[in-house]
Nanobody, 123 residues
Framework: QEPLVESGGGLVQAGGSLGLSCVAS????????MGWFRQAPGKEREFVAA????????YYADSVKGRFTISRINAKKTVYLQMNSLKPEDTAVYYC????????????????WGQGTQVTVSS
C-alpha cells in the first residue's frame, strides 16, 4: 500500500472549485508538516501549500494565495487542499508529501510522496 494516496482531482471549468485529499498509511503523520506540490507538463515541480503538524501555521505560493486552503485532520491521517477560483494555469498533477526538512518550499525537504492526482482547468 502506498504511504500517501491523493484523490479528488478532475476536470473543472475556470472559476470552479475542487477539493483534494491525501490519506497517509503506514507512516508517522501527526508529528510532521505536510505539503502540496504540483507539476505541469514540461515544468518543474513547484510548491503550492504547506501546513505544520498541529495546523498552527500554513504557507502558500503567491500564485494560489487567497484561492487555495490547506488543512489537515490528524485523527484521520489526512491533509486537504481546497481550491477555489481555479484558473487554466492551475492545470497540473498535484502531489502531497511529508516534510522532513526546514524549507517547506523545496521538494528535497520532503521524504514521502503520493502518486499524484490530475487537475485540469478548462477556459
Amino acid at each position: 500500500q502506498e504511504p500517501l494516496v491523493e484523490s479528488g482531482g478532475g476536470l473543472v471549468q475556470a472559476g470552479g472549485s475542487l477539493g483534494l485529499s491525501c490519506v497517509a498509511s503506514g507512516l508517522d503523520f501527526s508529528t510532521y508538516a505536510m505539503g502540496w506540490f504540483r507539476q505541469a507538463p514540461g515544468k518543474e515541480r513547484e510548491f503550492v501549500a504547506a501546513i505544520t503538524w498541529n495546523s498552527g501555521s500554513t504557507y502558500y505560493a503567491d500564485s494560489v494565495k487567497g484561492r487555495f486552503t490547506i488543512s489537515r485532520i490528524n485523527a484521520k491521517k489526512t491533509v486537504y487542499l481546497q481550491m477555489n477560483s481555479l484558473k487554466p494555469e492551475d492545470t497540473a498533477v498535484y502531489y502531497c508529501a511529508r516534510q522532513w526538512g526546514s524549507d517547506y518550499r523545496q521538494p528535497n525537504m520532503y521524504d514521502y510522496w503520493g502518486q499524484g492526482t490530475q487537475v485540469t482547468v478548462s477556459s
